[in-house]
């Protein structure tokens, strides 16, 4: 039993929802490229190769890129001020 809580999740089930099928690229690499600066379809294609085969993700990437450019990654320590706002927490006194 105690062997089942240690076992880490699929590096595939780490990388979210599967955005192009391709290329396997999931969501998660998707958005860290984003907040890594690559802030076009064409850009995202350039690291990652998504949207570069068959093109029916670049609806989905575009939709990606707008969400979230500008949007830096949030470390929890550095930035917890603006994660407090990002995500409610219930205050117990």
């Known amino acids: 039993m ?8 699929d590096e595939e089930f780490k990388q979210g929802k ?3 099928s391709c290329f396997k690229v ?4 998707i958005i860290d490229a984003i907040q890594q600066g690559c802030d076009s379809v064409d850009k995202l294609g350039a690291e990652l190769k998504c949207g ?7 609806s989905e990437l575009s939709q990606l890129v707008n969400q979230y450019k500008g949007l830096s990654a949030i470390t929890p ?7 407090k706002m990002l ?5 117990v006194d």
Do not use: F, M, Y
């Open 2 to 9: 105690h062997g089942l809580l240690n076992v880490q999740p």
């Open 18 to 20: 599967l955005i192009c």
């Open 26 to 29: 999931g969501e998660n690499s």
């Open 52 to 58: 570069t085969n068959c093109g029916s993700c670049k």
């Open 77 to 83: 320590n550095k930035d917890s001020a603006l994660l």
């Open 87 to 91: 995500i409610p927490v219930a205050e």
